[in-house]
C-alpha cells in the first residue's frame, strides 16, 4: 500500500503548497521508489531554485584528475550521475566528501593519490560521461582504461571523434571486449578538426590535451556553456585554455607541477531550468525559477514566447506565465548551442501536444530520442515520427494512462504530460529522472503540483 504523501494541508489550486522541507522519499534512506504518480490539473506556482548543470558537473569531476591536489567543487546536484561518478573516482584512489553551505552542496576532492586503474563496468556503464575519464586518465597519467560508456538510450552514440582526438595526440586508443584502452608513452599537441560538432569529444580532447606538450587545437569545437565552466574550472587550476565557447579552442599545454586544485561554483542546469518553464506553461501557471542565466535559455524562452507565454527575465532569475490559452502551435529543430537544445525537445513534446495547430519537431542530433512519443500517445496524443521529425497535431486536452520512462529527458517530458492530464499519470521507470533532476519530487510540490513516489 503506497504511503498518502500529499502534503497535509488542504488542497487548493489557489494557494502554493507550504514551503515545507519535504525530504522526497528516494533521498531519504534510498527507498526504491521508481513510480511518480502525477496528479494532473494543477497550475504551478511560486520560486523554484535551479541546480548545478548536470552535464558540467559530470565534466569537472574527471577534470579534478588533471589537475591534481585538493579541489572544491560548489553547487553540486545530488543527482544519481554525481553519485556514480564519485564511486568511480574512488575506485581510481580519490578522496571525497559531500560538503554544504548556505545556498546547496558541494564536493571537497583530492586526486593525489589516484592511479589509472580499471573502472568497474558496472558503474561506468550508468552513464555516458565516465567516458570523460579517458581523457583525464590519459592526460595525466599516459595510460587509461574504460569500459564503453552506457547513458540515455537515444541513439548509437559513437565515439570515433574522441579516438581521432586521441590518436592525433600521439596516442594508441584499442576498443575490444566492450573496453576502451588508451595509452601514450608522450602527449603532443595538434590540430583536431572535429568531423562533427560533438560536446564529449571537444570535452575530453580538452581533458588530454591541458598537459601535452606544446599548442592542441579543436577546430569544429562544441560551444556549449558547460564546455566554457570546464575551461574556467582548469585555468583555475593553471591550465591554458582559450576560446571556449567559440568553435576554436587552443590549449596550450602546462606541466603536472604547474597543475593544482581549485575552488570552482558550477554553472546553473539550463535544462532544468527549462523544464520548469515548460511545465509552467504546460499547467498555464506562473512560476519564477532563480539560479539561472538567461542567455542560456535564449532558444527556449524565445520558443515559449512564440506559443504564447510570457518570459521575463531579471538578472538570474527567469519568470515565466503562461497567457491562460493553449500554446500555438510551432516548429523547432534542434541544433548545437546556441541551437534550441535537444536535450529540451522531449518536454517542449509534451507541451506542444495540446497546441493549436500542428507542431513540427526536427531532431537533428539523436536518431532514437523518440522514444516518449508512443508513451505520449497512450494518453491521447497525436504524434508521428516520420524520419527525424515528430508532427504533432495538437489536441485540447491529455488523460492520465499508465506509461513507462525510458531515458532522462523523456522522464521529464511523461511528467510534464501528467501534470497536463486529466487525472491520476502513473509513470514508470522514475531512476531515469533522478540521473539528471535534484529533488524533482520536492521542487515540483513546493510549486503546487500532486505528484508522489511510489514503488
Ligand atoms: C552531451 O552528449 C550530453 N551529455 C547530452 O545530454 C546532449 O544531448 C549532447 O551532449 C548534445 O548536446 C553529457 O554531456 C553527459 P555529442 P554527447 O558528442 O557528448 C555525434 C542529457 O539529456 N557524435 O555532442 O554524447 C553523436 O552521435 C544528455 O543530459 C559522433 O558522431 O553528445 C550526435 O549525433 C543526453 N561521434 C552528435 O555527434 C562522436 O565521437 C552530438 O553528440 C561523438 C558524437
Not at 322 to 342: D, E, M, Q, W
Request: contains cysteine; glycine residues 10%.
Amino acid at each position: 500500500m503506497a504511503t498518502e504523501l500529499w502534503l497535509p494541508t488542504p488542497y487548493d489550486n489557489n494557494r502554493p503548497n507550504p514551503a515545507q522541507a519535504w525530504l522526497d522519499p528516494l533521498n531519504n534512506g534510498g527507498t526504491s521508489l521508481s513510480r511518480l504518480v502525477v496528479q494532473g490539473g494543477c497550475r504551478l506556482r511560486g520560486n523554484v531554485r535551479i541546480g548545478g548543470r548536470k552535464n558540467s558537473v559530470v565534466a569537472v569531476i574527471p577534470a579534478t584528475i588533471v589537475c591534481g591536489g585538493v579541489s572544491r567543487l560548489e553547487n553540486i546536484p545530488h543527482i544519481t550521475d554525481v553519485e556514480v561518478f564519485t564511486e568511480m573516482l574512488r575506485e581510481l584512489g580519490a578522496d571525497l566528501e559531500w560538503t554544504s553551505n548556505g545556498c546547496g552542496s558541494g564536493l571537497l576532492i583530492s586526486t593525489a593519490n589516484v592511479t589509472p586503474a580499471k573502472v568497474p563496468y558496472h558503474l561506468a556503464k550508468k552513464l555516458r560521461a565516465s567516458y570523460y575519464l579517458l581523457g583525464a586518465l590519459l592526460g595525466r597519467f599516459g595510460e587509461a582504461e574504460i569500459p564503453l560508456p552506457g547513458g540515455c538510450d537515444i541513439g548509437l552514440r559513437p565515439i570515433d571523434q574522441h579516438v581521432k582526438g586521441f590518436e592525433s595526440l600521439g596516442a594508441e586508443v584499442t576498443v575490444e571486449g566492450g573496453v576502451v584502452r588508451a595509452r601514450a608513452d608522450r602527449l603532443v599537441g595538434t590540430t583536431v578538426y572535429l568531423d562533427v560538432v560533438s560536446v564529449g569529444a571537444t570535452i575530453n580532447i580538452m581533458l588530454a590535451a591541458v598537459l601535452a606538450e606544446g599548442l592542441t587545437v579543436i577546430e569544429n569545437a562544441a560551444k556549449e556553456p558547460h564546455i566554457v565552466d570546464l575551461a574556467n574550472y582548469l585555468n583555475a587550476c593553471g591550465a591554458r585554455v582559450q576560446g571556449a565557447g567559440t568553435d576554436v579552442i587552443r590549449i596550450r599545454g602546462v606541466s603536472k607541477d604547474e597543475m593544482h586544485g581549485a575552488t570552482h561554483a558550477v554553472i546553473p542546469d539550463e535544462i532544468e531550468a527549462a523544464t520548469f518553464m515548460i511545465a509552467a506553461c504546460a499547467t498555464h501557471g506562473d512560476v519564477t525559477i532563480e539560479n539561472v542565466i538567461p542567455k542560456h535559455l535564449a532558444p527556449v524562452s524565445a520558443k515559449l514566447e512564440e506559443i504564447g507565454a510570457n518570459v521575463w527575465e531579471n538578472g538570474d532569475v527567469v519568470r515565466v506565465w503562461s497567457n491562460g490559452h493553449r500554446p500555438k502551435a510551432v516548429h523547432i529543430t534542434t541544433l548545437p548551442y546556441p541551437g534550441f537544445p535537444t536535450d529540451a525537445q522531449q518536454p517542449m513534446t509534451s507541451l506542444l501536444s495540446v497546441a493549436v495547430g500542428t507542431s513540427m519537431i526536427t531532431e537533428t542530433i539523436w536518431e532514437g530520442r523518440f522514444k516518449h512519443i508512443q508513451e505520449l500517445n497512450r494518453m491521447g496524443t497525436r504524434i508521428k515520427v516520420e524520419g527525424r521529425t515528430a508532427i504533432i497535431e495538437g489536441v485540447p486536452a491529455l488523460s492520465a494512462a499508465p506509461i513507462q520512462a525510458t531515458d532522462l529527458r523523456a522522464a521529464a517530458a511523461l511528467v510534464v504530460a501528467g501534470l497536463m492530464a486529466e487525472g491520476e499519470t502513473e509513470i514508470s521507470g522514475v531512476e531515469h529522472i533522478d540521473r539528471g533532476y535534484d529533488k524533482v519530487v520536492d521542487k515540483l510540490r513546493l510549486l503546487g503540483a500532486r505528484v508522489r513516489r511510489e514503488p
